[in-house]
């Protein structure tokens, strides 16, 4: 890997060997990675722009040799676990976090429920081990517990790893070659094996019961083809053009936060397959890594959108915007779907956090139903973003506009009404309003109340959520939509296999959507009719088709 000459104002690349690492090899180039993602002084640059609970930013310190390290003793640890005194364990080395808890972009909440104790598992499942020695100083670097002073089976040492360290070590040793992965479903399935258990708890999660989630997937069954024969296939043509950008295929990557938390290299497996793949990248304002260095990895008529969610401080999203637009993004996707978050409870669950209504209860002494109210009004999000903020965007950008997440053909139209270039069905892959409609649903909607917008092309209508297979592409774009978006599915090769799953990933889908329009009878993708899908109606989605069992 080659280094760029450091940039930053961290003004040089950190190299930490993380425990366990191994010399040479991939890995020990993800932790370089890492180690440079998790660089103070960087941090706290890009926090109060890019993370959405933006907060104060955290205080950062130079990095500079540790003083003379005490001993100290795992009961003198359990004397510090209140706001006044707190003191933390993270792999052997004690730090005092006091002053650091106000400062916690995560709130002091979830520190103070570690306090007093070994938080080497709650802190490693959200951040890499540089971390801690470049924000905290040196003096609040106290030292290392004493071995001797430890309870019964309590483990000290720096080197071990925590269970489901270990546990993914093992699956990372034992990956199947890549080429076992015949489907998407393959690939989510190792995913599932070799990632941390936060990382996919985080990703797969949908809100509430998951019925939106997993009914996204379902709904695509409720359509059915209705091919013609003896048409000649043997050519046919995958290519579209979406905002008259050129697309391989009609898949894009749907903007997924945080890819870092799957993947030591962040989004630039995605970025990198996308490119080889010849499809076009929604880029997440939350994303890992920084735009600037997506844009660096990005190739010459490589195509990304920036997704925004808007700030309740406006200066913060025209910034944003104002950078993508530097940086040769080539439309916003603006998320509406997000006025606050869903609860996503598989992720909650696998971090041990408190729900987000909870957690404020817990900060500002609330009820719980003032929290509640309190959890509406988080710090990021404007809750009372409108159709008239549109104007607003439209005077900060000259990038066309799609809206990410509508949902039902009244505000297609309204999208329509306002000038918007696109709308992404979308309920945000079922992460947030739980019995939401699944997008081919809603596309089903437009497509019967009005099919004109379509047909048309009064606005250029996608979707995304639970789109899987060759075949549900061809289903939207039979009723009517220029493109779909995947987001888990891309996520999940990504953290599995870096840049080869996701290169993987698209050519599979380039193989089934290639094979659906051949026996379809068609060879472009202007020819997929709405004629060549019929919907099932009293289809049950609880019982879907089973693949026969061999
Ligand atoms: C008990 C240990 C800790 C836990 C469970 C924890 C958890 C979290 C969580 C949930 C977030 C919010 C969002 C996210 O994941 O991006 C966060 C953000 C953050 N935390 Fe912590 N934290 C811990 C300790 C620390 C310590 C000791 C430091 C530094 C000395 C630190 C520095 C940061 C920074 C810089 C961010 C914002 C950047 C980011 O990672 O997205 N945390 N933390
Ligand atoms: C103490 C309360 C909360 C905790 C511990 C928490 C923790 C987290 C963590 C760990 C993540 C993953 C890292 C990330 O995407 O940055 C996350 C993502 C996110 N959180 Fe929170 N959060 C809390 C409250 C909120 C609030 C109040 C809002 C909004 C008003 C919010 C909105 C989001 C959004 C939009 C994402 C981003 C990505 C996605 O769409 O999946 N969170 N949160
Ligand atoms: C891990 C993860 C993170 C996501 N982060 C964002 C985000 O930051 N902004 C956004 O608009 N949508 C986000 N989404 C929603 C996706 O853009 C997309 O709508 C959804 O994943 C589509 O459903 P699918 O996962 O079934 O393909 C996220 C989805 C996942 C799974």
């Known amino acids: 890997m080659n280094l760029?000459?450091?940039?930053?104002?961290s003004g040089s690349w950190i190299l930490t060997r993380g425990p366990g690492s191994t010399e040479g090899g991939i890995w020990s180039e993800l932790l370089i990675v890492a180690a440079l993602a998790a660089s103070g002084a960087y941090i706290a640059q890009q926090w109060t722009i890019r993370h959405p609970h933006a907060g104060p930013s955290p205080q950062v310190q130079n990095v500079a040799a540790l003083p003379n390290l005490q001993l100290i003793a795992y009961q003198e640890l359990q004397q510090h676990d209140t706001r006044e005194s707190c003191w933390i364990l993270v792999r052997g080395q004690i730090y005092d976090v006091t002053d650091f808890?106000?400062?916690?972009?995560?709130?002091?909440?979830?520190?103070?429920?570690?306090?007093?104790?070994?938080?080497?598992a709650a802190y490693s499942s959200h951040h890499p081990p540089a971390l801690l020695d470049n924000i905290l100083s040196p003096s609040q670097h106290l030292g290392a517990v004493d071995p001797a002073?430890?309870?019964?089976?309590h483990h000290a040492s720096s080197a071990e790893l925590t269970e489901d360290e270990q546990r993914v070590k093992q699956a990372r040793a034992e990956i199947p070659p890549l080429n076992m992965c015949i489907s998407v479903q393959d690939l989510e399935d190792v995913a599932k094996k070799v990632m941390s258990k936060v990382a996919w708890g985080y990703c797969m999660s949908?809100?509430?019961?998951?019925?939106?989630?997993?009914?996204?997937?379902?709904?695509?069954?409720?359509?059915a083809f209705r091919p013609r024969v003896l048409r000649p296939v043997s050519r046919v043509d995958t290519s579209c053009s979406i905002l008259g950008n050129p697309s391989a295929l009609p898949i894009f990557v749907s903007p997924a936060a945080n890819a870092g938390l799957g993947h030591p290299l962040g989004e630039l497996g995605i970025v990198r397959g996308a490119a080889y793949g010849g499809i076009i990248q929604g880029v997440?304002?939350?994303s890992t890594l920084p735009l600037a260095e997506l844009e660096m990895e990005r190739k010459d008529g490589q195509t990304m959108f920036f997704q925004l969610y808007v700030n309740k401080d406006r200066?913060?999203?025209?910034?944003?915007?104002?950078?993508?637009?530097?940086?040769?993004?080539?439309?916003?996707?603006?998320t509406v779907d997000t006025p606050v978050p869903g609860k996503r409870e598989m992720d909650l669950k696998t971090r041990g956090l408190p729900t987000p209504a909870a957690a404020a209860a817990g900060e500002k002494q609330l009820s719980s139903t003032q929290a509640g109210i309190a959890n509406s009004l988080g710090d990021y999000f404007d809750a009372n973003l409108c159709w008239d903020d549109l104007a607003w965007l439209r005077s900060v950008t000259k990038l066309p506009i799609i809206l990410k997440g509508v949902q039902t053909v009244e505000d297609v139209e309204l999208a329509v009404q306002h000038g918007c270039e696109g709308v992404l069905l979308s309920n945000h892959g079922g992460r947030q309003l739980d019995y939401a409609r699944a997008p081919i649903d809603v596309l089903y909607e437009v497509r019967k109340c009005r099919p004109d917008i379509l047909d048309e092309k009064k606005i250029e209508v996608y979707l995304d959520g639970g789109v899987r297979r060759g075949t549900d592409v061809v289903k939207a774009l039979c009723l009517g939509a220029t493109a779909v978006g995947m987001g888990r599915p891309l996520w999940y090769a990504n953290a599995a296999y870096g840049q080869k799953g996701v290169v993987k990933l698209i050519d599979i889908m380039a193989e089934e959507i290639a094979t659906a329009m051949r026996l379809l009878g068609v060879t472009n993708l202007s020819d997929l009719k709405p004629e060549m899908i019929s919907r099932i109606s009293n289809f049950d989605p609880r019982k879907p088709y089973h693949l026969p069992v061999i």
């Open 206 to 223: 949908g809100a509430d019961t998951m019925s939106a989630y997993k009914n996204n997937i379902a709904a695509f069954s409720r359509y």
């Open 315 to 334: 200066q913060v999203s025209e910034r944003l915007l104002r950078e993508a637009e530097r940086r040769g993004f080539k439309a916003v996707l603006l």
């Open 149 to 153: 002073t430890l309870p019964p089976g």
């Open 4 to 9: 760029r000459p450091p940039t930053r104002s």
């Open 284 to 286: 997440a304002s939350t």
């Open 101 to 120: 808890l106000a400062q916690h972009p995560g709130g002091a909440l979830i520190i103070l429920s570690h306090a007093g104790r070994d938080a080497t």
